[in-house]
């Protein structure tokens, strides 16, 4: 059973660096932790963005160690959001990419799906890097409404730390 998972693993591993590396890109590097300011403007942001549209979400920051920074349960949240909005939080800051990336590949079917095995990866939608200089300082993730909703509204913290 240890050797059936640590395959699974491994497989899915190489899938993840063959999907990397058929992008051209290696990942960023990791940068300095997001400050406490920086993730209470990204988190007005989000919060703005999901208020204005009525989206009952919950929002997760992260340091570029995966270590919870912020949290937020905006009213009428489900509470099961909050493990959700977290795992796609980790995923984007372990993966240094955006969870959309994984949902695409996952979508695309075929070899892809093994990704479905790769330990610790939302493959939802809404878990998106916070990058500066080029350098990931955290994550952002967020769960409540679609998937597409929930990215629209991490991208709006996102942009709201420019």
Same mark, same amino acid.
């Given at each position: +059973?240890? +050797?059936?998972? =640590?395959?699974? +693993?491994?497989?899915?591993?190489?899938?993840? =660096?063959?999907?990397?590396?058929?992008? $051209?890109?290696?990942?960023?590097?990791?940068?300095? *932790?997001?400050?406490?300011?920086?993730?209470?403007?990204?988190?007005?942001?989000?919060? $703005?963005? *999901?208020?204005?549209?009525?989206?009952?979400?919950?929002?997760?920051?992260?340091?570029?160690?995966?270590?919870?920074v912020m949290l937020?349960?905006?009213?009428?949240?489900?509470?099961?959001?909050?493990?959700?909005?977290?795992?796609? $939080?980790?995923?984007?800051?372990? =993966?240094?990419?955006?969870?959309?990336? =994984?949902?695409?590949?996952?979508?695309?079917?075929?070899?892809?799906?093994?990704?479905?095995?790769?330990?610790?990866?939302?493959?939802?939608?809404?878990?998106?890097?916070?990058?500066?200089?080029?350098?990931?300082i955290g994550g952002?993730?967020?769960?409540?409404?679609?998937?597409?909703?929930?990215?629209?509204?991490?991208? *709006?913290?996102?942009? $709201?730390?420019?």
């Amino acid at each position: +059973m240890r +050797m059936a998972r =640590f395959l699974s +693993m491994v497989v899915a591993t190489l899938v993840l =660096f063959a999907a990397a590396s058929a992008s $051209a890109q290696a990942p960023p590097a990791y940068g300095t *932790a997001i400050t406490l300011d920086q993730a209470k403007k990204a988190m007005a942001g989000a919060e $703005a963005e *999901a208020k204005k549209n009525g989206w009952p979400v919950v929002i997760v920051i992260l340091d570029s160690g995966g270590n919870l920074v912020m949290l937020q349960r905006l009213d009428n949240a489900q509470w099961g959001s909050i493990e959700v909005a977290k795992d796609k $939080a980790r995923s984007a800051v372990a =993966f240094r990419r955006a969870t959309k990336v =994984f949902q695409d590949l996952i979508t695309q079917g075929g070899g892809n799906l093994r990704l479905l095995n790769l330990s610790g990866a939302s493959l939802l939608e809404g878990g998106i890097p916070i990058m500066a200089d080029g350098k990931v300082i955290g994550g952002i993730g967020v769960s409540g409404v679609t998937s597409q909703q929930d990215a629209q509204i991490g991208q *709006a913290g996102i942009d $709201a730390l420019k």
